[in-house]
């Protein structure tokens, strides 16, 4: 079994840093929305800030509308993104048909807004969005029916490039959040 630098099991040290960012996600007021920050002091999360307060896209007409695809239960639901944010926050204005979580409430500390991309797609993000963070792949080891292509909703950045293309998701997640807990968006 892998150990981590302080010689406990790898799970050890990952669950202990689970809990670590969800309660800083339990204390913090977050909204979640494209960094506007300049690439120099890039988070290293692909534009998209985990804290940053203020969703300037929120009531801007002007900001690009993306047609996005979601699959659930082999039903398509056809929904419309906004340039800058995440899936998840374009999922969560649909909850009544995408029904994606998001237990932690898009702060990358749980797997339940885990996404399935065809390989094409999910290629094509790594090429323009860049690869997955640590963070994202930690909690991608806890997502249900993981898969080569899996994601997280809350760590892509919707833009023109992603319509046309269908986002999976699966029929179930583990939320080790707290069971049964659905947050509202902001």
Known sequence: QELNMNGLPRRVALNS?????MRRAQSTTIV???N??????SNGN???SKRWHGNHHHHDENVTR???SFIKSGNIINTEGREGESLLQTAHRYPDDVALEGACEGVCACSTCHVILSEEFYEDLLDKQGDLSEEEEDMLDMAYA???TSRLACQIKVTPDIAGQEIRVP???????????VPKPH
């Open 17 to 21: 840093r689970v809990l670590q960012s």
């Open 32 to 34: 979640y929305a494209s």
């Open 36 to 41: 506007p920050r300049s690439e120099n002091e």
């Open 46 to 48: 692909n534009g998209l």
């Open 66 to 68: 993306v047609p996005v």
């Open 146 to 148: 993981l898969t080569s």
């Open 171 to 181: 029929n179930a997640t583990r939320n080790f959040y707290v069971d049964g807990h």
